[in-house]
């Protein structure tokens, strides 16, 4: 029996430095994983965290499928951006390797799809990193509202804004290195995927119908280095039970805000609402530069060195259920939970390739309001994926 998976990463950028490299090597997961390969065409990336892991210079790659060819691995992790998830996720899974991917599973619904399909062929594991799901309060919600508690969801509001300085290339340091972040990523790509994904696993409920709203005032007004993208945007979703979802999301608050992450939701149904608190976390600071919401769920780093909370025991258990069917010690029930389109993150996708499109086609006002179309997805898969595939997907 295997007690640890080879694991190669593929792309060592922001999420890597943040998030990855604590479960890689300070987690109670980290046992789990020997780090054997690295694949970053980025020289300073690739270096920077193949000293940290000690991977010697014959084992860091700048193309990952050399690494797949000269390595013996069991499992990937690929963290490139969304666009690029799926064809490095297709070869490892086509090899025989198991797949860890952070959110959303990719930027398109054919490119999700196409692991998807790559993943039930190879009988191999592919784990989307949606931390939100492993959020105790979220968990909570999901086994509430599921055991009929509530009855039926009629409405919800979910809501998830950064500080301006998340967007801001003028804000010194930079939060994330390249001045050009908020114009290649929009709120919907970065944030809405997040709370579309928490809703829909809490309520297990197919969306339908899209609809964005974006504003864009604040992120062009900004000197001197002005940003083209949105400040914030509302996704109206509507389910196949014919309930609603506003999502609004965005990177515009003010930097004095309590939390880099100002976020909540409320879900109203037939038979009671759920308010949840997120950005309370539980402790709140006093300090000389302000009042602050902690977050330690999230991400806790303990005194004893080891880092703890959600964001590491999201992806942590995805490796542990790799590890697991690579044993054949999977049981069949979690297997078949874990491979359902919805766990790999199929509808969240939609959502967000449907949001994103309805303000690509919607209309642009003098005021830098861009009214999005409404988008019917069982229309946009079935055009996507063909009229036999959407099916599948329950469309
Ligand atoms: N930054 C975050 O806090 C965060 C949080 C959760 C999820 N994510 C997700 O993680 C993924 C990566 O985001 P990021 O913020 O780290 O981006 P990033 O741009 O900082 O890093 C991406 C890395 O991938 C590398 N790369 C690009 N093409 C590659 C290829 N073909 N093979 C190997 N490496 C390649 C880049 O050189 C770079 O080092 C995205 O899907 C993102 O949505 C990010």
Redesign the pocket.
């Known amino acids: 029996m295997k007690t640890q998976l080879r694991t190669g990463i593929?792309?060592?950028?922001?999420?890597?430095r943040?998030?990855y490299q604590y479960l890689y090597f300070r987690s109670h997961y980290s046992d789990l994983l020997d780090i054997r390969a690295v694949?970053?065409?980025?020289a300073e990336?690739r270096n920077w965290f193949c000293d940290l892991a000690g991977i010697p210079p014959e084992r860091r790659f700048a193309d990952?499928r050399e690494m797949l060819q000269q390595v013996e691995l069991d499992a990937v992790q690929v963290?490139?951006?969304?666009h690029?998830?799926c064809a490095?996720t297709v070869a490892a899974l086509q090899a025989g390797l198991d797949v860890i991917v952070?959110?959303p599973t990719a930027a398109t619904i054919q490119d999700t799809h196409a692991m998807i399909a790559a993943a039930r062929q190879s009988g191999r594991f592919l784990g989307i990193d949606f931390h939100k799901r492993e959020d105790p309060r979220l968990k909570e919600a999901e086994a509430r509202y599921q055991n009929g508690r509530y009855g039926t969801l009629q409405t919800a509001v979910f809501y998830m804004i950064d500080k301006l300085l998340v967007a801001d290339p003028n804000h010194s340091p930079r939060f994330f290195a390249s001045a050009d972040f908020a114009e290649k990523n929009t709120p919907i790509s970065f944030l809405t995927v997040h709370m579309a994904d928490a809703l829909m696993k809490v309520v297990n409920l197919i969306p339908v119908r899209v609809r964005a709203t974006g504003y864009a005032q604040k992120l062009p007004s900004l000197q001197p280095i002005a940003v083209r993208g949105y400040d914030t945007v509302d996704t109206e979703v509507v389910f196949q039970n014919g309930a609603t979802a506003h999502i609004i999301t965005g990177w515009a608050v003010p930097n004095s805000a309590h939390a880099t992450t100002v976020q909540s939701g409320r879900l109203l149904c037939t038979d009671g609402v759920i308010d949840l608190g997120l950005d309370q976390p539980g402790l709140r600071e006093i300090h000389r530069d302000g009042i602050f919401e902690v977050n330690p769920l999230f991400r806790n780093f303990e005194k004893d060195n080891t880092v703890t909370g959600y964001g590491i025991s999201s992806p942590g258990r995805l490796y542990q259920q790799a590890l697991a069917l690579r044993n054949g010690r999977l049981p069949e029930a979690q297997k078949a939970a874990a491979f359902t389109p919805m766990a790999l993150g199929f509808y969240t996708t939609a959502v967000l390739e449907a949001a994103e499109s309805s303000l690509a086609e919607g209309e642009k006002t003098a005021s830098g309001v861009t009214f999005g179309r409404t988008v019917d997805l069982p229309k946009l898969v079935s055009d996507r994926l063909g009229a036999a595939a959407a099916r599948d997907y329950g469309y």
């Open positions: 593929i792309g060592v950028g922001a999420v890597v943040e998030i694949a970053d065409p980025n990336y990952y963290n490139t951006p969304d690029l998830h490095p952070p959110k």
